[in-house]
């Protein structure tokens, strides 16, 4: 099926395998591909053939999703004087410690922190419907094996790296089904410089940890959007220095790539 879809696509965009990218995870040590998609020539790269449909929990992503939807339902303000009171109960990340979590928070930090319990809140402040329709069916979502968790976005609800660049573009073009002010002040929090953008995400799935990062690059004419997920068993130990060998793949790329 994923071939299929992977022969539909091809007939929209300009697809290109560029399998020798793989050179630059093996060298840095990490299990991982890339999904790039330049829209200055209209084309889509990636080292592996299966990774734009492969499937995994959108994970902390859905938070940009839940941020424009609490937004919209005027549950979330954009005011950083305007927190929601934490209800004292410290809480982890499969099984990780996260004191930041233990304040009252604000939109900003919120997403910064990539805050559960922030998010969780739509759960008891949207009507039925609206939690139904925007955030258990979420478009974002290309499949949902079972939404009754209470964090499912990080068990079931899962996505894949071309829904989020196509997400990503949406965003920044001002396309999503949302207010534009609101679109444009999410945007503007994944900034980390003037031409970065990047939203990370690690979940556990499958028996693998999964990093996933994606972002938007401006140093051409047009938007440059990509994702990269890497993947580790869950007996592995983390490398100490994952950060910095995972920022090097990315600028090995697009550096190859004459970005």
């Given at each position: 099926?994923?071939?299929?879809?992977?022969?539909?696509?091809?007939?929209?965009?300009?697809?290109?395998?560029?399998?020798?990218?793989?050179?630059y995870?093996?060298?840095?040590?990490?299990?991982?591909?890339?999904?790039?998609?330049?829209?200055?020539?209209?084309?889509?790269?990636?080292?592996?053939?299966?990774?734009?449909?492969?499937?995994?929990p959108?994970?902390?992503?859905?938070?940009?999703?839940?941020?424009?939807?609490?937004?919209?339902?005027?549950?979330?303000?954009?005011?950083?004087?305007?927190?929601?009171?934490?209800?004292?109960?410290?809480?982890?990340?499969f099984?990780?410690?996260?004191?930041?979590?233990?304040?009252?928070?604000?939109l900003?930090?919120?997403?910064?922190?990539?805050?559960?319990?922030?998010?969780?809140?739509?759960?008891?402040?949207?009507?039925e419907?609206?939690?139904?329709?925007?955030i258990?069916?979420?478009?974002?979502?290309?499949?949902?094996?079972?939404?009754?968790?209470?964090?499912?976005?990080?068990?079931?609800?899962?996505?894949?790296?071309?829904?989020?660049?196509?997400?990503?573009?949406?965003?920044?073009?001002?396309?999503?089904?949302?207010?534009?002010?609101?679109?444009?002040?999410?945007?503007?929090?994944?900034?980390?410089?003037?031409?970065?953008?990047?939203?990370?995400?690690?979940?556990?799935?499958?028996?693998?940890?999964?990093?996933?990062?994606?972002?938007?690059?401006?140093?051409?004419?047009?938007?440059?959007?990509?994702?990269?997920?890497?993947?580790?068993?869950?007996?592995?130990?983390?490398?100490?220095?994952?950060?910095?060998?995972?920022?090097l793949?990315?600028?090995?790329?697009?550096?190859?790539?004459?970005?």
């Amino acid at each position: 099926m994923k071939y299929v879809l992977l022969f539909l696509f091809s007939g929209i965009f300009n697809l290109q395998a560029q399998s020798y990218l793989d050179y630059y995870f093996k060298s840095n040590n990490i299990d991982g591909a890339i999904v790039i998609y330049n829209q200055n020539k209209d084309e889509w790269l990636f080292n592996s053939e299966l990774e734009p449909f492969s499937n995994t929990p959108a994970a902390a992503h859905f938070q940009l999703w839940q941020a424009l939807v609490g937004l919209e339902e005027k549950v979330f303000k954009t005011e950083v004087n305007k927190k929601q009171l934490w209800d004292g109960v410290k809480r982890s990340f499969f099984d990780e410690r996260r004191p930041e979590w233990n304040n009252d928070t604000n939109l900003v930090d919120a997403l910064k922190n990539k805050n559960d319990w922030y998010f969780d809140l739509l759960k008891n402040k949207l009507s039925e419907k609206s939690y139904l329709e925007n955030i258990k069916n979420a478009s974002l979502f290309k499949e949902i094996k079972n939404n009754e968790f209470l964090y499912f976005w990080n068990y079931a609800g899962l996505t894949n790296p071309n829904t989020m660049i196509l997400f990503l573009k949406d965003l920044y073009e001002g396309n999503l089904p949302f207010n534009k002010k609101h679109q444009q002040f999410i945007l503007n929090q994944l900034f980390i410089n003037e031409n970065l953008a990047i939203h990370t995400a690690e979940t556990s799935y499958l028996g693998q940890k999964i990093d996933w990062t994606i972002g938007i690059y401006l140093k051409q004419d047009k938007p440059v959007y990509f994702s990269m997920r890497t993947y580790r068993s869950l007996e592995t130990e983390k490398l100490e220095d994952y950060e910095k060998r995972k920022n090097l793949i990315i600028s090995q790329i697009f550096d190859v790539l004459n970005f």
